[in-house]
């Protein structure tokens, strides 16, 4: 096991109430989970995400903390948070990395496995 590591899982749902297809605006939400997976107690301090539209565009986006939490995780803690993102396709994908820094004051990075965002059934 890692002394620095946490784990991120990814759970994602197209919100068509909130969509406008019509006008290229595809709404997702993603809830994800961070678990300190590793054997030092760690706190995230910022986020950093890449997302890419079917088009190829991408934003990059940066922020302290997740969701106004910089959480501090204990070995085997978890922390849960919803958001959402807006595309101007129906697909895309987003990927990145949480800045972090143990309680012993070492920095590392948590990296955010790319995951893809599709309205239901239009993949094949």
């Known amino acids: 096991m890692a002394a620095y590591e ?32 590793g054997q030092i107690a ?19 986006v940066r922020g302290l903390g997740v969701v106004g939490h910089q959480p501090l995780l204990q070995p085997g803690e978890q922390f849960e948070y919803t958001s959402g993102t807006s595309l101007a396709t129906p697909q895309g994908s987003m990927h990145g990395e949480y800045f972090c820094v143990a309680e012993d004051g070492e920095q590392f990075e ?14 094949h």
Do not use: G
Not at 111 to 121: A, G, T, Y
């Open 110 to 123: 948590a990296k955010i496995p790319e995951f893809v965002l599709s309205l239901p059934r239009t993949l």
């Open 42 to 60: 760690a706190q995230v301090i910022s986020r950093h995400w890449v997302i890419t539209d079917a088009n190829n565009h991408m934003e990059e």
């Open 6 to 37: 946490l784990t991120v899982s990814v759970r994602t749902q197209y919100l068509e109430n909130q969509s406008d297809p019509d006008h290229s605006n595809y709404v997702f939400a993603y809830a994800i989970t961070i678990k300190n997976t």
